[in-house]
C-alpha cells in the first residue's frame, strides 16, 4: 500500500507541473460524469483545496477541483454515465509524462454540473477496452480547413473529439479566415468567441502548452493573434511565458514563425522578453540560416533599437546570399530594412536594380511598401523611381485613381517628380472632374503644389480652374483645415480663386484654425497666405486683420566659405551684406547691389548718393539638395514661391549649390561665383565655366 501511494504521489508532482499555478484551466469535453459523490470527501481533499485556492484568482474558464485517483480504490459507480475520455498517447506527445505501469492517474472536475474524467496511460490496462474504441484520431489542420467551411465549423469538430494537439485547431481557423472577405471575417471572429467550445480548446490549448512540439505551440499563438484573440488575455500571455520558456528549441522554420509573432503584436512585457531571447539566439545562429525568407523575417522583428552588431552580422549574411536573391526576396529587403533602421547602401542598390528590371507586374500594396522603405531609410535612387513612375504611367488605365495618388504622395515625401505621370493625371482631371471627392483634390493640390509641377505647363490654367470649381461646390461642406490646405495649395501655384480666399478670410474660420490641435502648422499657412495676397494676389486683399503670433526665425547658417570667396571676388566685405532680413519673414544669405547691367559691383557704403533706380540688388542664396526636386534643378514649391516674391521685391536671385561649393576649390569657387553674379555679356567667353542653375 505504501508503495501504490508513493507511486501515486511521485506521479501527481509530475503532472501537477503542467498546471498553472494561477489558474485552474482544465479539458473540456469528453468525460465521466458522477452524479452522487462529493470530492471534498476524498482522502486528496488537502490537494483540492489548493487548487481551489488557485481558482480563487482566477478570471478564466471553469470552476471547481481537480481530484487524482489511482487503480481500483472503489470509485462509486451508481448513477456513472459514460462519454468519451481523452488520452494523452506516447504517440501524440512529443514531451511525455512518466507514469507507473500499474497505475493510471484519474484527472477529474466538474463542468456544468457533472463530473469529468481524463486517464493518462503510459501502458495498457483494464480500462484499455473502454479508451480503445471511443480514443480520438488526431487530425491535421491541413484537413481541418479543407474540410471546414467556417471557424464554427472547426470548434464543431473539436466539441464532437478533441484531439492533440489543440494547436491544430487554431492553426485550422486562421487558414479559414485568411479565405474570406472582411466582413465575413468579422462576424465569423464574433461566432468564434461565443461558441460553447471556445473556452474548452482554449482552456486544451494552455494545459498542452509546455508538452506539444514548439513549432505547433508558435503556429497556434500566431493563428491566435491573426484571429484577433486580445493580447492581454490569460491564453495568449501564458502561452508567450511557454515561448519564452523554449525558446532554446527553436530550429530555422520556428524562428520564421517566431519572428512573424513578434512583428504582429502590440508591445507588452512578455512580448518584449521573448524579443530580447530572439535576439540572442540570431546572434549565436545567424551564420546558420539558410532561407533567405526566414532572414528577412528575423530582420523584421528585431527591432530598431537592436545592438548594431547584430544588425551589421544580418546585413553581412544577407550580403552573403545576394545571389540567392529571387525578385520577391529583393522587393521585401526594403521593407526588413526599414524595419530594422539599417540602411546598407549595398543591398539597397543590389535589390534596387532587381525590382526596377522585373517592375512590370508589381503589385500596388509592394510598390508603397518600397517607397515608403526608401522614405523612412532616406534612400533615393532615380533609377527605381524614374522605372517605377514609368511603369505605372505606362499601365494607367489599369490603376485605379486612389492607388496613382496614394504613389504620388509617396513620390513627393521623397522629393521625385513623375513628370509623365504628373502630366497624365492632369489630363485625366481636367477631363473627368466629377471623379473627384474632397479628398482627391486635397491631395493632388499638395502634391502638385509642393513639386511646383504645373509651373510652365500647357493645361496649367485649365487644371487649376477645373479644382479651384470642384473644390467651391463643395465649399459648405469643406472643413476649415482641408479649406485651409486647399487655399494654401493655390498660392504655391500663384492662382487666387476669389470664393475660397474669401470664405478663409472669415473670422470665424480663422478663429477655427488658430484653436485647432495643429496650430503651429495652421499659422505657418496662414501667413503664407498673408504674404501671397500682399505680393502676387491682384485683387484688393491687402492682408488679414486678425493678428497672427509671430513664425519663429529659422537658425542661420554663416556660410563661412562663400563669404570668403566673395570677400576675395569683390574687394572686400564692404561689398556685400550677410544673413539680411527681409519684410514678410524671409532671409537671405548675402546681399549685392549693383549696377542695371550687372557689370559693376557698388559698395554699401555709396548707397546714399546713388540713385535707386540705378540699383540692382542681388540676392546670394545657398541652398541644399532639398530645395530641388530630386534628379534635377527644378525648384520645389516653397522654394519657387520664395524666388517669386523675392523678385516681387526687386531682387535678381543667384543660387549657390553648397554641396558643389564644398568640392571646390578657392580659385574654381570664385570663377564658380564670378560666372553667376555678374551679367554674361560683361564676361570673357573663358571666366564661365558654370552656368546658373535657374
Partial sequence: MNKKASSFLWNLRQFSTLIPRDKTVGFCGPKFVYSNWNPRNHPGNDFDNRIQSSRSSSTYLFQDAFIFKSGNDGFPTKGRSTLTVLTVDRLLCPRRLSFDSKHSVVFVGTLNNGLRKVNFHQEVSDEDVLTKEIKPTPISYQKLSKECNSLSDVLDTFSKAPAFPS????TAMWTIAKRMSEEQKRCEKQLM???????????????????????HLLFSLHAMVKLGIPQNTLLVQTLLRVAQERINECDEKCLSILSAIIEAMEPCKNVQVLQAGLRILVDQ?????????????????????????????????ALSELDRFSVLNSQRMFEALAAMNHRSMVLLNECSKIVTDNVHGLPFKILINILQSC?????????????????????????????????????????????????????????????????????????????????????????LEVMASSVTGCLHHISSEHLLSVVFSFCLMNHFPLALVNQVLQKDVISELLASDDKERNV?????????????????????????????????????????????????????????QLPHNYHIDFEIRMDTNRSQVLPFSDMGVTSATNIQRVAVLCVPRSVYCLGSNHPRGLFAMKMRHLNVMGFHVILVNNWEMEQLEMEDAVTYLKSKIYSLEDLPAGDINLQSTY
Fill in 167 to 170: 494547436s491544430n485547431y487554431f
Fill in 193 to 215: 468567441f461565443s461558441h460553447p467550445a471556445f473556452n474548452q480548446l482554449c482552456e486544451h490549448m494552455m494545459r498542452e502548452a509546455k508538452i506539444m512540439r514548439y513549432n
Fill in 285 to 317: 545562429q545567424v551564420w546558420k540560416i539558410k532561407r533567405v525568407f526566414t532572414l528577412q523575417a528575423v530582420m523584421k522583428c528585431i527591432g530598431k533599437d537592436a545592438p548594431f552588431s547584430l544588425k551589421r552580422k544580418l546585413e553581412i549574411k
Fill in 375 to 463: 522614405k523612412d531609410l532616406r534612400y533615393q535612387n532615380l533609377d527605381l523611381f524614374k522605372g517605377t513612375a514609368d511603369y505605372v504611367a505606362a499601365t494607367y488605365d489599369i490603376w485605379k485613381l486612389k492607388q496613382v495618388i496614394f504613389l504620388l504622395i509617396s513620390f513627393e515625401n521623397l522629393g521625385f517628380r513623375p513628370i509623365g505621370l504628373m502630366d497624365m493625371l492632369m489630363k485625366k482631371v481636367v477631363e473627368e472632374p466629377e471623379s473627384l471627392n474632397m479628398k482627391n483634390i486635397v491631395s493632388i493640390l499638395h502634391v502638385y503644389s509642393a513639386l511646383n509641377h504645373v509651373y510652365k505647363c500647357e493645361n496649367k490654367e485649365q487644371f
Fill in 524 to 580: 505657418h499657412k496662414l501667413h503664407i497666405l498673408n504674404t501671397c495676397l500682399k505680393l502676387d494676389d491682384t485683387f484688393s486683399y491687402k492682408a488679414i486683420d486678425l493678428l497672427l503670433p509671430q513664425m519663429p526665425s529659422a537658425p542661420l547658417d554663416p556660410n563661412t566659405k562663400v563669404a570668403e570667396v566673395l570677400s576675395s571676388l569683390l574687394g572686400g566685405e564692404e561689398y556685400f551684406s550677410k544673413n539680411v
